[in-house]
């Protein structure tokens, strides 16, 4: 990384160290605004200490972020669609990135301040999708075209049933503690407790679960948060120094072998298969041996392209040997035929053993473009893990007395900390960016209905408003920011 600052042109050093301050910005941000959500149940219930829980905390979000690999951070990079991720010039990534980063900051800062439990996750990821139709409309692109839209509904799902699955299992959690232990001191809210027997902390195991709940939320968070900044400076140095990190240039001569050999089993998957695929991909009928100079991913131009990423690989041994032009040219050509790779993953005819293999392929394909170098992870762990330990005082009061009529119980806390842990964890398994805050909020509102505590009908409209109008709003923001910057700087 030093030797690549020694290299750039002063305003593309001064552009690429501003694009990633912003990106920082926004995980150190995304950490103080999330922070409530892991520690609000050990603090309210006095299980830890606040200032102890939140620097617990920014550790265990640390270590999220170390350990939690890139998945969901290429799944929330492929919103876009992946001809803008292949051929986005310096000026227009850099319009891009800095639209949809103030706007996701801006809309963070603002629910933030009013303690509103809104969701970074739903921020971002609007953010995204308006530069991305806004791109489409000022491009004269098709609007289906803007975004990609599979990946958009299959993230989407993810946040919608999220926080629904969190308030009824926490709900049923708590049902199941109160019919197993009817009368223990954990059904008790802290309140009564030092009433009751004079007692600040609560019962040791109630304590110890709430405590261990808390660092697994803080971990969970980490791994799933901490994923999109790593995403977005991945598109940054992509957008600003492509021939530096379009493929992992620390890739052994066995990964780069990997990929060549992937694409030849990928074209025998599809001569195998050639009886349904043959007209979707055009399989024997490609008009001469070269890509068109306009390259657009065209499943009909998958054996070409087949055959021209095996072309430049054919005996490589690092991927510094190649020329940046050569490099660039790799990444279009993976680009491309994994997303053909997904969209026939999608045919109903296709039978599910060979949809395993075509998974697989995918895999070995995207092992040298879908990667982040460690110094990123590390940047980004750092940010969201000093985030975490600020600002977590305004959203406390609102998680832990302001949702309920009653204030939370032991038990509640337990309940809406071992779903969020579970949920986010089960999200991380299968790559898709979830949102803490409305996961562990939710859960807290299914234990206070399961406990007949009732719901304050004014702290859950404005979580629920701030749920409904964060999606649009930021993506009315992002695409705004980027018409401006576009037709200031760019047209």
């Not at 279009?332 to 053909?340: A, I």
């Amino acid at each position: 990384m030093i030797q690549l600052f020694g290299t750039l042109d002063p305003w593309l050093l001064a552009s690429l160290v501003l694009a990633l301050a912003f990106v920082l910005a926004f995980e150190f941000i995304n950490g103080f605004h999330d922070t409530a959500n892991a520690v609000a149940t050990v603090i309210y219930t006095r299980a830890m200490p606040p200032y102890l829980a939140v620097i617990a905390s920014g550790v265990f979000n640390f270590l999220g972020v170390l350990l939690g690999g890139v998945g969901v951070a290429y799944a929330v990079v492929h919103l876009l669609p992946v001809e803008l991720l292949i051929d986005v010039e310096t000026g227009r990534g850099l319009a891009m990135v800095f639209s949809l980063l103030t706007a996701a900051i801006a809309w963070n800062l603002g629910t933030w301040y009013f303690g509103i439990p809104a969701s970074s996750s739903h921020t971002l990821i609007g953010s995204i999708l308006g530069v991305g139709l806004a791109n489409a409309m000022i491009t004269d692109i098709a609007l289906a075209e803007g975004v990609n839209w599979q990946k958009a509904i299959d993230i989407g799902i993810s946040l919608i049933a999220s926080p629904i699955a969190g308030f009824v299992v926490a709900g049923l959690i708590l049902i199941a503690l109160k019919w197993k232990k009817p009368h223990s001191s954990m059904h008790r809210t802290p309140e009564f407790r030092m009433g009751e027997v004079g007692k600040k902390h609560p019962p040791f195991w109630s304590r110890l679960i709430l405590v261990l709940s808390a660092m697994g939320v803080s971990f969970v968070h980490g791994s799933n948060d901490g994923q999109k900044g790593i995403g977005l400076i991945m598109l940054v140095l992509i957008g600003i120094v492509p021939a530096h990190f379009v493929v992992n240039l620390n890739s052994t001569s066995y990964d780069i072998s990997r990929t060549h050999d992937a694409a030849g089993h990928l074209g025998e998957f599809y001569q195998r298969n050639t009886a349904s695929l043959s007209g979707y991909l055009a399989l024997g009928k490609s008009n001469g041996t070269d890509l068109p100079t306009k390259f657009r991913c065209d499943p009909q131009q998958t054996e070409i392209t087949i055959a021209a990423l095996r072309r430049d690989l054919e005996g490589v041994q690092s991927y510094d040997d190649l020329a940046h032009p050569a490099r660039i040219a790799v990444r279009r050509y993976l680009l491309c035929l994994d997303d053909t790779a997904r969209k026939v993953s999608k045919l109903a005819y296709l039978p599910d053993t060979e949809k395993k293999d075509l998974a697989r392929l995918r895999k070995d394909l995207t092992s040298t473009t879908e990667y982040a170098p460690f110094w990123v992870v590390l940047a980004v762990a750092l940010a969201l893990g000093f985030g975490t330990m600020i600002g977590w005082k305004r959203v406390v009061l609102t998680v832990g007395e302001k949702i309920g009529k009653q204030g939370m119980t032991y038990s509640q806390g337990m309940s809406a900390q071992i779903t969020a842990a579970m949920a986010i964890g089960l999200a991380n398994v299968y790559s898709l960016p979830v949102s803490t805050t409305h996961v562990l909020s939710s859960g807290v509102a299914g234990t206070m209905a399961a406990n007949r505590s009732g719901l304050q009908s004014r702290t859950v409209g404005n979580i629920l408003l701030a749920w409904v109008l964060t999606l649009p709003a930021s993506m009315l923001l992002a695409a705004g920011l980027y018409w401006l910057a576009y037709r200031s700087f760019i047209s």
